[in-house]
């Protein structure tokens, strides 16, 4: 069974850096098209960036050029760099695990990490 776990939230002040990770446990980490999203209170979760299986990233408009995924095939870990954070950045931020078998579509969430932009 598929599990996700993320680590590395916490408090930071604008303009300041945080790293998240996300922990895959379990079989064919490789096959799996893994994302990060967040949900602010009040909000919708979003998606913040996306890694598919073969490399192909992608990321939400509002962190473009802050942001950046990646995949660490041996520790089977994905990290989120968050560079030059702003107050508009708060959010739980959620690791997703996803891959489609068979024709059904297996999703897998982590519990969450809280990030806090604030001065």
């Known amino acids: 069974q598929v599990q996700v776990q993320e680590t590395g939230g916490g408090s930071v002040l604008p303009g300041k850096s945080l790293r998240l990770s996300c922990a895959f446990s379990?079989?064919?980490?490789?096959?799996?098209?893994m994302a990060w999203y967040r949900q602010a209170p009040g909000k919708q979760r979003e998606a913040v960036a996306t890694?598919?299986?073969?490399?192909?990233?992608a990321y939400a408009d509002s962190v473009k050029d802050r942001f950046n995924i990646h995949r660490d095939f041996v520790k089977k870990t994905v990290a989120l760099q968050m560079d030059l954070l702003k107050p508009e950045d708060t959010a739980v931020y959620y690791c997703?695990?996803?891959?489609?078998?068979?024709?059904?579509?297996?999703?897998?969430w982590g519990q969450g990490t809280q990030v806090t932009v604030s001065s």
């Open positions: 890694l598919t299986a073969l490399g192909d990233k």
């Open positions: 379990g079989r064919f980490f490789e096959v799996y098209d």
């Open positions: 997703r695990a996803e891959r489609v078998i068979g024709g059904q579509r297996e999703t897998t």
